[in-house]
């Protein structure tokens, strides 16, 4: 996924005060970066498809859904993931479980969304945004899980493979392994029915 205008545009939110409907922030000495607007929409697209495959039992999807969200969430704002997006359950019997107010649960939802929006479309070699390139392409090779461990399990980070220490003599960033792994899906898809 490059980051840019045409690319963020369409999903930028309109009346948004950070990038003013464009998708993109400018900051002098920084490079471009996608609004957080543009990621709450990517991350609200593919929960909707989600949602949608799992009606429909399109477990490879979901596995590689939910597994993202396990890899680069720490255990409790997957905790909120899991209760409030996959289970639908409204903030006011989020807050009881997770031990928390509503002011700091909103800020983590909004957190949770732009995270997984960044990853959901920078993962690689796979990523699942945009949403048609993962349901038809020619890749042969099936879903992969990402395994990543972060350093704390109290913070959660975001995978940025711009910011990896340079790439191995094998092309991938360093940090990062890829796996294809059944039973990482299978546990994932059985995490999900949950
Ligand atoms: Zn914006």
Redesign the pocket.
């Known amino acids: 996924m490059t980051w840019d205008r045409s690319s963020t545009i369409a999903l ?2 309109y009346h ?1 005060s ?2 003013h409907g464009l ?1 993109m922030l400018f900051w002098a000495y920084h490079r471009p970066r996608p ?4 990621l709450r929409t990517i991350f609200h697209a593919c929960l909707t498809r989600y949602r949608h495959a799992q009606a429909r039992k399109e477990e490879e999807y979901c596995a590689d859904f939910v597994l993202l969200a396990k890899r680069i969430l720490d255990p409790w704002h997957f905790r909120l993931f899991r209760i409030h997006f996959l289970g639908g359950r409204p903030w006011s019997r989020c807050i009881g479980p997770l031990r928390t107010n509503r002011g700091f649960f909103f800020h983590c939802v909004y957190r949770v969304q732009e995270i997984l929006g960044r990853a959901l479309a920078e993962l690689l070699p796979y990523p699942l945004w945009p949403l048609d390139h993962y349901f038809h392409s020619n890749h042969t090779l099936g879903p992969l899980g990402i395994v990543w461990r972060p350093q704390s399990t109290q913070h959660y980070r975001a995978i940025d493979p711009d910011r990896l220490p340079s790439s191995n003599p094998n092309g991938r960033p360093r940090g990062l392994n890829y796996h294809i792994h059944t039973e990482l899906r299978q546990a994932a898809a059985a995490h999900a029915k949950e």
């Open positions: 930028a939110k948004c950070r990038c998708g609004c957080p607007c543009v």
